[in-house]
């Protein structure tokens, strides 16, 4: 069996150890391993897949003496915009985990439950898409193919670890009274109405990453709108999402629908007060809905409540399944 090679880019990060977590889990068919991140983390050994790894500093000289296959990066934009293209002259495919390639006409953004296909006209980068978008649209594709989704509207309950370790150290240092250095406000004990940069629009770059990427990856043709929040919860990120259909739709169809989900779990027991939580969601792979409930303030809709695990099925989990995906392609 073919075996290929792999890096890591920003192999440091909150997202890049998750990724090792994961590429552990999954096992892929792997000759070598290169870990990158910046020269502050250059030289350090990490201990991944039963063998020390020397974190290689991200720069030209280092990219073309690892000839890799496929570059998973989450290094942030920048680091992006300048070190992918790099990759990919060396013949690698980049899965990025940034927003920097998203929106580009000839990068595919992908979540593999919903357009696994448009990975086949990737030119050298496949965008991994935004980690609120990603969770919503694996519950809205089967509901999509079944009623057809005529306008979405997206209040979400973001968990700090979607700002990388930063995010994650301004809420456990919080509860000790130690001032906010990521988020404008203290995060501990509040809800910050703001997530990413202001536009002109009084919008939200995080709130126009996920009406355009949902778009882009279901149908450009739906009518969506996002009020995004950033929430005192470590880690998984919770929305609630009101949809409604071209066609007619009953309670029983949606949770058939739901239920027919690839990597979709319905949890959603009132009787029992089952329903997801960042609590019972962490860890997992899968996408959680429940909650759910027919909007009758219009000719068809409903209400759900979606949960996965941000910094997996909402980063990590999603590009090591395009790079498998990359490696059954690459294996033909
Ligand atoms: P480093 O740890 O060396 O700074 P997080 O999202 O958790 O903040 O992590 C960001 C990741 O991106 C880290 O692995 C970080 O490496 C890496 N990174 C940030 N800037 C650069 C850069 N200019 N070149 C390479 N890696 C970078």
Redesign the pocket.
Known sequence: MKKFNIAV????????SKFLEVLTERNLPVENYYL???A??AGKVVDFMGKPHTIIE?NEENINATKVDIALF???GS?SAKFAPSFVKTGAVVVDNSSEWRMCDDVPLVVPEVNASDIDWNNGIIANPNCSTIQAVVALKPLHDKYTIKRIVYSTYQAVSGA???GYTDLVDGVNGVAPKKFPYPIFNNVIPQIDVFLPNGYTKEEEKMILETQKILDKNIKVTATTVRVPVLNSHSESINVEFEKPCTLEGIYEALRSGENLIVMDDPANISYPMPCNVTGNDDTYVGRVRIDDTVDSGCNLWVVADNIRKGAATNAVQIAEKLIAKMSK
């Open positions: 880019v920003g192999a440091t990060g909150m997202v890049g990158f991140a910046s502050r983390s991200l989450s290094a942030g680091t990388g370790v930063a």
